[in-house]
């Protein structure tokens, strides 16, 4: 079986520049930087670590998902995001498991990197981003 690895664990902030307070300023975490997602209507901030980053969540839109995460059960971490070399092999083994995916295919993003979720009810109630990147 590949390795994985974790590539970055989601944190829903209801205030960046408070969080990167905390973060970047208290912690000493270096900001590499903040990204718009329009299509997932976030902004991100990217903080680097030894072996992943963190990344804060802010919904820009009252319609996101991480906005009705964010209203409902307020700030805090949202998702581990583990890096798969195969995101088609992951997600059949997983499928074979009878794990159930929130996505039935990856997603991508603009750089490339291929996405998809488990669902929190198959793996403890932690929700799982498979990430393949380029």
């Given at each position: 079986?590949?390795?994985?690895?974790?590539?970055?664990?989601?944190?829903?902030?209801?205030?960046?520049?408070?969080?990167?307070?905390?973060?970047?300023?208290?912690?000493?975490l270096?900001?590499?930087?903040?990204?718009?997602?329009?299509?997932?209507?976030?902004?991100?901030?990217?903080?680097?670590?030894?072996?992943?980053?963190?990344?804060?969540?802010?919904?820009?839109?009252?319609?996101?998902?991480?906005?009705?995460?964010?209203?409902?059960?307020?700030?805090?971490?949202?998702?581990?995001?583990?890096?798969?070399?195969?995101?088609?092999?992951?997600?059949?083994?997983?499928?074979?498991?009878?794990?159930?995916?929130?996505?039935?295919?990856?997603?991508?993003?603009?750089?490339?990197?291929?996405?998809?979720?488990?669902?929190?009810?198959?793996?403890?109630?932690?929700l799982?981003?498979?990430?393949?990147k380029?």
């Amino acid at each position: 079986m590949a390795r994985i690895a974790i590539d970055h664990i989601a944190i829903v902030v209801s205030d960046m520049e408070a969080a990167l307070g905390f973060w970047q300023g208290a912690l000493g975490l270096e900001l590499q930087r903040i990204e718009s997602i329009a299509a997932e209507e976030v902004e991100v901030a990217f903080l680097e670590t030894d072996n992943a980053h963190i990344e804060l969540l802010l919904p820009t839109g009252d319609d996101s998902g991480i906005a009705r995460y964010l209203a409902s059960k307020g700030g805090g971490m949202h998702h581990i995001c583990l890096a798969v070399a195969d995101i088609e092999a992951a997600m059949q083994r997983l499928d074979d498991a009878g794990i159930e995916l929130i996505n039935e295919r990856p997603r991508q993003r603009e750089d490339g990197t291929r996405y998809a979720f488990v669902h929190p009810k198959s793996s403890g109630g932690v929700l799982v981003e498979l990430y393949q990147k380029t």
